[in-house]
């Protein structure tokens, strides 16, 4: 099982940026397809981003396409999200997870992290 530790979350107005990171223990985090997914209140937790065990492929949701970008470095066990033109709708809970088939989390991969909380203001 992976543990996975999210920060870089924060208070920004519309428009700005952030950079998301995800810590994760265990010598198989290369093994991995990593996303990040996201809750808003009251909604259902929702794919974002993902990427590849190397990092050769990148997968975004149509509602975050060209903003974020996601990469990883396997040596830091780390993946990063960057998030620019930040709207007031990605306001949210983001979550680091390993991935599966169909950009879902893969099935039994132990525990989500406590999350970092994003919040954009208008």
């Known amino acids: 099982q992976v543990q996975l530790v999210e920060s870089g979350g924060g208070f920004v107005q519309a428009g700005g940026s952030l950079r998301l990171s995800c810590a994760a223990s265990?010598?198989?985090?290369?093994?991995?397809?990593m996303g990040w997914f996201r809750q808003a209140p009251g909604k259902e937790r929702e794919f974002v981003n993902g990427?590849?065990?190397?990092?050769?492929?990148?997968y975004y949701a149509d509602s975050v396409k060209g903003r974020f970008t996601i990469s990883r470095d396997n040596a830091k066990n780390t993946v990063y999200l960057q998030m620019n033109s930040l709207k007031p709708e990605d306001t949210a809970v983001y979550y680091c997870?390993?991935?599966?088939?169909?950009?879902?989390?893969?099935?039994?991969?132990?525990?989500w992290g406590q999350g970092t909380q994003v919040t954009v203001s208008s």
């Open positions: 990427i590849s065990w190397d990092g050769g492929s990148t």
């Open positions: 265990g010598r198989t985090f290369s093994m991995y397809s």
């Open positions: 997870a390993p991935m599966g088939e169909g950009l879902l989390p893969l099935s039994g991969f132990g525990s």
